[in-house]
Structure formats: structure tokens, C-alpha cells
């Protein structure tokens, strides 16, 4: 598998490379290589579980939440019954949409 380029409005936005070729540019940019595997999977946490209650605070409907975040509103909806563990990406950009330093900050 080599690399593969995900575009966003016709730009590329990330490029995902195998974890061999990911652990030698840690390597090579003079940092330490992840020891963990990336498919360990984390439990949802407390703040993932209470997102409806901050977006409806906050005012939010789903498909603005969604729209601004860049994902589909049953995608959003999946991740507030907890049917779905959103990935970083989709974390952060929740995180700051809603106004959070960070995810970890509202759990």
C-alpha cells in the first residue's frame, strides 16, 4: 500500500502512509517511534458521551455542528448515542467548534 492523498474542495488535506513508512520519518525527524499499535482502540470518554448535551447547550443544531466539523449529521448523531468512536481528526474539530481547549478538556 503507498501513499493515499484525501482531498477536501478539491486541495489535499491529509496524506495517510503506511505505519512502517510513519515509524521511519519519526525516525528520521530525530523523534521517538510510537511503541503502541494504532488499532488499540480507547473507551468512548465522559465528554464524548455528554456531546449532545453541550451542543444543545450551546445551541447547536446537528447539521450545523456537522456541516462546520465536515461530517454527515447521522454521522454526528452516531457519535452521540455513542454507536461510533469519531477519530482525532473528527475530535479535535468538535473540540473546537464547541469551544474546548482540547477534547480532554470537557471530560
Do not use: C, F
Not at 530525530?30 to 449532545?52: F, M
Amino acid at each position: 500500500m503507498g501513499t493515499q492523498i484525501i482531498m477536501r474542495d478539491g486541495e489535499p488535506e491529509y496524506a495517510v502512509i503506511p505505519w512502517a513508512d510513519y515509524q521511519a520519518l519519526l525516525e528520521q525527524a530525530g523523534r521517538t517511534p510510537v511503541i503502541e499499535s494504532p488499532d488499540e482502540r480507547r473507551p468512548v470518554r465522559p465528554a464524548l458521551a455528554a456531546l449532545r448535551a453541550l451542543r444543545e447547550e450551546q445551541g447547536h443544531s446537528v447539521q450545523a455542528l456537522a456541516r462546520v466539523v465536515g461530517i454527515s449529521p447521522s454521522y454526528l448523531d452516531m457519535i452521540e448515542r455513542g454507536e461510533r468512536e469519531p477519530n482525532d481528526a473528527i475530535k479535535r474539530a468538535l473540540a473546537h467548534a464547541l469551544g474546548l481547549d482540547g477534547w480532554e478538556a470537557g471530560a
